[in-house]
């Protein structure tokens, strides 16, 4: 069985995958869920949590905000060197921009006017 291992800097993030990856997912992948305190706190720790993860056949994905900062590249290039240094240059990052709640709901215009 593979395993997909989501990393997050908050615990929204947690909430919006678990209701929708079963919809997309076939049976056979299981999902694990590491969710950290602030995006802070997921760059401090997912090194040792990736290096730290004992199940073969793992995949990761880590997920986090743009928020404010106007370089997403330099962001994904920071998480990317995390990563390698965890043992793992093949894990998925994803930058979510600007924040999960607009990349889930589109925009907060349309959705107030509505």
């Given amino acids: 069985m593979t395993t997909l ?5 908050e615990p929204s993030a947690r ?10 997912l076939p049976s056979t992948v299981e999902v694990q869920y590491m969710v950290f305190e602030g995006k802070q706190d997921l760059e401090r720790r ?7 993860w004992m199940r073969p056949d793992s995949h990761f994905v880590v997920m986090r905000d743009q928020d404010s900062n106007p370089d997403c590249l330099a962001i994904k290039s ?34 107030s006017e509505a």
């Fill in 15 to 24: 909430a919006l995958m678990q209701g929708l990856l079963p919809r997309l």
């Fill in 46 to 52: 997912m090194t040792g949590r990736i290096r730290g």
């Fill in 78 to 111: 920071r998480l990317r060197v995390l990563a390698a240094e965890a043992g793992r240059p093949d894990v998925l990052i994803r930058i979510v921009c600007r924040e999960l709640e607009s990349w889930a709901l589109g925009d907060w215009d349309a959705v």
């Fill in 5 to 9: 291992v989501f990393l997050f800097e």
